[in-house]
């Protein structure tokens, strides 16, 4: 197997059809299908097990009974889920994978079906009670079987997989990157293990290789890679980049904390609990629900499903705006200004920079942008309001801002550019420095600023630039990528650029009303977004409620006495009606989104679509927000996640308008973000895209424009590659991690390329097709 199954003679992953074979889409829609909707209910079905027993136990009077056994039920469930849905997964994992071993299996084999499985199931039950601290992070490593040594620290959002082949020593700290041992190679997956010395540092967007040995003492600075670990790319002081270097306050400093971050949560909980009081004061019938029955009953009224569809709404579109506006008061009252310097080690200073990075981290301060409008003017508002220096006409970025925790050293001029998925440090484990990002300057996708960082006016730091600390890049210079520990000069500042107008397309458009079309204002867009999330959110919400009423029906049917339902009775049917509904609704979701496409963009062409020409960039605004209906939508996942690596992933980018032909293994392990202008790529058969980037736009200091993208048969590419808007790779050609193809490049047949830029590192004899 370690090598491929065969089926009818034939090889799998060297033969067309292996992707298609009835037992791989059959294991691959078990996570959408199944894995999902019986976790979903399993959870419902205990709060409503604890919900009765406490109820049937307890005397006080109903209605107050009714809400407070509700909100203790809600909390039991909570903690139950926490802490047994990743020991679950710790078991799937053995069960069905037992230990990774080293070694290539063929796409679509067995063994691959079953790390696609494990994979999944992970995902899926998350880290529950383990992430709350260093030490049940280290014990949850080591229980999946990776080699955790002492004191080792994790970034919240890193990602450790295929745990038995990973293996960190004593005292390293771990950045928000993705620490595995699998990798593509053309039609086949390979796991190589992945040894991490002692005392050794990996920054945010490190690219870590399969198959590495990172060497005692190594710091892996910021948009580097473990192909780069000659002494002079890791430096000791890279480590003061890594955000787990970074002091944290004392346990009597801590305490207020906790205290004051419990206050905003309250505060957050309470449009919740008004709802669930509203709902529970409704006038009933019994005084006590004490049958599953009555809870079918109870959940059922008109008025119950308005109230639990409201308690969706209220989380989705009320809670991120409240917590934003707590954070800006804790902010402005109690945390106060940062200002530049030496990093202070006092007890109050570590405590002020703690406190902002737990009361408003970037995900939630994105949460609520997404709700005011991610590009627009609204994030300017608010980035003032917690102590930035903003400028006008700026276009933000969609994904928001990693890193950024003081806000008061971040000054952005007039008409910048942003590209998305970017991060900004004000502040590093020794200094304080500002960032600042001049009039009419371009920051890139997937930077990195450190503090100090200065972009002149004018100037452009493409595609994974790395703003080295306290570095300036000159007037209309512009630079790309990061090698060696410093972006790559593309083209030197010149007087005629630096001082050319900074007026752009967008802001010519959208504040100054120069369009060739009618512009959607600002807070229409807030408006699309704010009732597409609600509408989302309710869509999930009433799977559930007809579930519940096909499960009371089917009950009445088969002649059982309401007062008599046992959980058995329930659960037998509510767990099978429940899959199919939620199947259905998840199809339907995906029909739609496909749907939304057409209506509102058609089919893409390559060109120009400069915001002040063209209708184009606002109808793919509007198309991001609507489909929010298929993206971070179960459990905080995707619905497309659920399908990475399957053919049904394919099938559904080929209804989007992409050229993808047969066995084409697609995102496996996830992508960020996955292809966003479908009908501008071409895939050639047996290639391999793991979590890499194929992107047909870019958006060049305002200029915005569309171009294609083609991978060629058997070609790969790897983790952390990136296919730049305009480039082509060739058949049998390989990306390897860290890697990206400028527009208008070629990657030659059969040739392998590393680098940010990237560079030919080897050739080999290509496979002549058959």
Known sequence: EGEGDAVQGKCLGCCGGAQTRPWA??????????????????????????????????????????????????????????????????????????????????????????????????????????????????????????????????????????????????????????????????????????????????????????????????????????????????????????????????????????????????????????????????????KVLSTYGDVLEWFLTPDRIGYYVALRVVRACVQPLIKLACGIVVKRLVIGRFTAGPRCRSGLEVFRHWLMSRVLPPDDLHEALQLIGVHYGGVSVVLRLLGAKVGKRIYWPGSGFQGLVEYDLLEVGDDVIFGSRSVIMCCDAADAAPVRIMDGANVADRCVLLPGCTLERNSLLGSGGLGGKGYTFEAGSKYVGSRHGSSVLLEPGSSAVAGASTDRPFGRAFYGGEAKYWIVPSWLHAAVGSSSKAFAVAYRALTLSLALLLTSLTLEAMGKVREAYQFSDVAGLLVPLYAATQNAASILALVLAVAYKWMLLGRRTVGEFDWDASSYCQRWHIYLAMTVLIRNAYFGRGLLEYIQGSVYLVWYFRALGAKIGKD??????????????????????????????????????????????????????????????????????????????????????????????????????CIEET
């Open 664 to 765: 084409v293994c697609l995102y496996p392990t996830g992508a960020d973000p996955m292809m966003t202008e479908p009908e501008l790529v071409t895939i050639g058969s047996d290639a391999s895209i793991d979590r890499a980037s194929l992107v047909a736009h870019i958006n060049s200091l305002g200029r915005f424009s569309l171009n294609q993208v083609t991978v060629g048969p058997r070609a790969t590419l790897r983790c952390d590659s990136r296919l730049l808007s305009g480039a082509t790779m060739l058949k049998d050609s390989v990306l390897l991690e860290h890697t990206l193809i400028l527009g208008g490049d070629v990657v030659d047949k059969g040739s392998t390329w590393q680098g940010w830029p990237g560079q030919i590192v080897a050739m080999a004899q």
């Open 25 to 286: 889409m059959l294991v691959q829609a078990l996570p959408l299908a199944l894995m999902y909707p019986i976790r979903r209910i399993a959870t419902w079905l205990m709060f409503v097990a604890i919900w009765l027993n406490i109820q049937n136990q307890t005397v006080l009077d109903p209605k107050l009974n009714r809400l407070e056994a509700l909100v203790v039920a809600l909390a039991l469930e909570r903690l139950i889920a926490e802490m047994l849905l990743p020991v679950i997964s710790i078991i799937i994992k053995w069960l069905v994978i037992g230990r990774y071993r080293e070694g290539t299996h063929r796409l679509w084999s067995n063994y691959y079906l079953r790390w696609w499985l494990v994979d999944q199931c992970i995902q899926l039950c998350g880290r529950g009670v383990f992430r709350h601290s260093q030490f049940a992070l280290r014990l949850y490593c080591r229980l999946m079987g990776a080699k955790v040594g002492k004191n080792v620290k994790f970034h919240q959002r890193a990602r450790v997989a295929e745990f038995d082949l990973i293996s960190i020593g004593d005292d390293c700290l771990i950045d928000d990157v993705t620490m595995r041992a699998f990798c593509l190679e053309g039609t086949r997956m390979r796991l190589n293990g992945v040894s991490i010395g002692a005392r050794c540092s990996i920054c945010t967007k490190v690219s870590v290789a399969p198959g590495i040995n990172i060497p005692h003492d190594t710091c892996l600075g910021p948009l580097s890679s473990t192909y780069e670990m000659q002494p002079e790319d890791v430096p000791e002081s890279n480590r003061d980049f890594c955000t787990q270097a970074f002091p944290e306050p004392a346990w009597y400093w801590k305490i207020p904390g906790f205290l004051l971050l419990l206050v905003v949560w309250l505060v957050v909980q309470s449009p919740l609990l008004f709802v669930l009081r509203t709902m529970c004061l409704q006038p009933w019938y019994k």
